[in-house]
């Protein structure tokens, strides 16, 4: 199958599936190239919009190392959904490859780097923040509503250390520090968030061997931290 193709902006080169739109008119044309489209807040409809088209591409192929291509553009959305994406993208077998697009924000930021590899064009915003919350209520429901809210950013930090080279004191300091947390794909790069950046190009270069790096890489780092 011909795609047109990438070339990330470093010395390694890839190969992924772009959006043709003359060829993959609609999602199901898009889902027999490996292909889910996620451009939306995220909210309750990721469970048939990202989560279920994923799990019948993988069901439809016994080769659960055929990587699936999840191209995400969005502003970001609510904290459960965005959670339970990011921990079903990290514990699939079929690695799942997640490109940014025009913008990852908020929510959408961290299921963007809960990717296998994590790709993004070189002027695709990314920005994290603080949680934001509003509250009117007697004392003790206050409290418990803020220890809550103090476990969401916990785990979502978790997960920032996790998906890259940075501590948890960096980034508790980066995110209070200010209201919005804007991180050029440069940077992100640099300190692990992306893996790669691209620009349109055509290679021969498969993805997969990229990825085999990238676990290779992950390996010897998990041995050293311990």
Known sequence: MNHNKFQIDDEQQTTI?????VKIKTFEAAKENRIVIFNSEVNRNIIETVWFQIE????????????????INSEGGYEYEALFLCDYIRSCVTPIITIGMGYCMSAAFYILISGHQRICFKNTILMTHDSHIYLEDKMPAARSTMKHYEKLDEAFTKIMVEQSNLDEKFIREKISSQREWYISTTEARNCKLVDTLISPTFT??????????????????SKRKV
């Open 204 to 221: 021969q270069k498969n993805i997969l061997k990229i990825i085999e790096q990238s676990k290779k890489e992950n390996a010897k780092n």
């Open 56 to 71: 019948h591409i993988i069901a439809s192929d016994e080769d659960k190392s055929k990587p699936v291509y999840l191209y």
């Open 17 to 21: 599936p772009i959006l043709d739109f």
